[in-house]
């Protein structure tokens, strides 16, 4: 491998223009070798933009041997197809989530992974930004004391249209796949565990019969609790709030928060509360090397994450088939993870 990480692009996605493309240029870890689309007058205009002098389809970025690793941006269903692909022709992976539309995708991602020796993450960008390692750090040093109960919220109105993945349930469109996969993440990385049980509850639209809005109410030992609400036809929200024994402490624009755009965590307790501002800070760019990092670590374990966040997943999608609560047993030996 040379010095730079040399990423190709599959999948000329909004985010990956907007996002992932400008964070790769910036960072002194990687280099944009190669873009891929299903079109090539997409792929051509993608490589005229960012000055990248290679492109074409998809089996073009992974044939080139001057490819390290991709970045997937494709619609949820259509991701393991060519994460397997990617791993067959030794490239290592960010694909952006959710990577799974089902638990036994996942494995088979996964699975093919390991044999091929290629690493792989889930693009869950948000976690990398600063105002989450304050979270993390508040929680640590007991600013709010235990932290019993979290309440997540992300949502907006979204233009409804048939060319809009989102809507196309074939292409694992929907609500669950979409955005409520942030709400499941953040809850398990602040309780550090996973659920004990799953209730979650989906409302559908008639025309594009795919799931437009929903809640989730997960359980965590030691009497813990996350709630969630989002849905395509709200007034914009992406905040999350933790209820601790000695305080509250509250994420504004938790999911999404644009490079140039500060964050904001409010801390109360029955004293007082206290707002911090945490400077702009590019998300993407933190998780492209983070990633970079992992190459070399075999202990920062992407791998595991998207299992277990698979699985979850796949809770939430039986209760909500099933309209009841979803008990979890023994769920680390089930899933032979740690």
Same mark, same amino acid.
């Given at each position: 491998? !040379?010095?730079?990480?040399?990423?190709?692009?599959?999948?000329?996605?909004?985010?990956?223009?907007?996002?992932?493309?400008?964070?790769?240029?910036?960072?002194?870890?990687?280099?944009?070798?190669?873009?891929?689309?299903?079109?090539?007058?997409? !792929?051509?205009?993608?490589?005229?933009?960012?000055?990248?002098? !290679?492109? &074409?389809?998809?089996?073009?970025?992974?044939?080139?041997?001057?490819?390290?690793?991709?970045?997937?941006?494709?619609? $949820?269903?259509?991701?393991?197809?060519?994460?397997?692909?990617?791993?067959?022709?030794?490239?290592?992976?960010?694909?952006?989530?959710?990577?799974?539309?089902?638990?036994?995708?996942?494995?088979?991602?996964?699975?093919? =992974?390991?044999?091929?020796?290629?690493?792989?993450?889930?693009?869950?960008? /948000? %976690?990398?930004?600063?105002?989450?390692?304050?979270?993390?750090? *508040?929680?640590?040093?007991?600013?709010?004391?235990? $932290? @019993?109960?979290?309440?997540?919220?992300?949502?907006?109105?979204?233009?409804?249209?048939?060319?809009?993945?989102?809507?196309?349930?074939?292409? &694992?469109?929907?609500?669950?796949?979409?955005?409520? =996969?942030?709400?499941?993440?953040?809850? !398990?990385?602040? @309780?550090?565990? %996973?659920?004990?049980?799953?209730? =979650?509850?989906?409302? *559908?639209?008639?025309? *594009?019969?795919?799931?437009?809005? &929903?809640?989730?109410?997960?359980?965590?030992?030691?009497?813990?609790?996350?709630?969630?609400?989002?849905?395509?036809?709200?007034? /914009?929200?992406? =905040?999350?709030?933790?209820? &601790?024994?000695?305080?509250?402490?509250?994420?504004?624009?938790? @999911?999404?928060?644009?490079?140039?755009?500060?964050?904001?965590?409010?801390?109360?307790?029955?004293?007082?509360?206290?707002?911090?501002?945490?400077?702009?800070?590019?998300?993407?760019?933190?998780?492209?090397?983070?990633?970079?990092?992992?190459?070399?670590?075999?202990? %920062?374990?992407?791998?595991?994450?998207?299992?277990?966040?698979?699985?979850?997943?796949?809770?939430?999608?039986?209760?909500?088939?099933?309209?009841? %609560?979803?008990?979890?047993?023994?769920?680390?030996? @089930?899933?032979?993870?740690?």
């Amino acid at each position: 491998m !040379s010095k730079l990480i040399r990423f190709g692009i599959l999948g000329c996605s909004t985010v990956a223009k907007n996002s992932f493309i400008p964070a790769l240029l910036k960072s002194k870890k990687t280099s944009l070798e190669f873009i891929g689309s299903r079109s090539e007058q997409k !792929s051509r205009s993608y490589s005229k933009k960012f000055h990248c002098n !290679s492109f &074409g389809n998809y089996e073009d970025v992974l044939s080139n041997k001057n490819v390290d690793a991709v970045y997937i941006s494709l619609p $949820p269903a259509l991701q393991e197809k060519w994460v397997i692909l990617a791993a067959k022709a030794k490239k290592h992976i960010i694909c952006e989530k959710s990577t799974a539309t089902s638990f036994i995708s996942a494995k088979k991602m996964i699975g093919e =992974c390991k044999k091929n020796g290629v690493r792989i993450m889930e693009g869950f960008s /948000f %976690l990398y930004h600063p105002q989450h390692k304050m979270v993390l750090n *508040y929680l640590k040093h007991n600013k709010i004391g235990i $932290p @019993f109960f979290l309440d997540a919220k992300f949502g907006f109105n979204l233009h409804k249209s048939a060319k809009n993945f989102r809507l196309q349930k074939k292409l &694992g469109g929907g609500i669950l796949n979409d955005v409520a =996969c942030y709400v499941i993440k953040i809850s !398990s990385i602040v @309780f550090q565990d %996973l659920p004990i049980s799953v209730l =979650c509850n989906l409302t *559908y639209d008639k025309k *594009y019969k795919i799931d437009v809005h &929903g809640s989730i109410y997960m359980t965590f030992k030691n009497n813990k609790t996350a709630t969630g609400f989002f849905g395509y036809s709200n007034s /914009f929200q992406s =905040c999350y709030e933790i209820w &601790g024994t000695n305080g509250l402490l509250n994420v504004e624009k938790a @999911f999404n928060l644009r490079k140039n755009k500060s964050g904001k965590l409010s801390l109360s307790t029955d004293d007082s509360t206290k707002s911090s501002i945490v400077r702009p800070s590019d998300q993407f760019q933190l998780m492209i090397e983070d990633f970079s990092n992992c190459l070399s670590n075999t202990k %920062l374990n992407h791998e595991n994450d998207i299992l277990k966040q698979a699985f979850i997943m796949d809770c939430a999608r039986k209760s909500a088939s099933q309209m009841k %609560l979803i008990k979890i047993k023994n769920v680390k030996q @089930f899933l032979g993870v740690e």
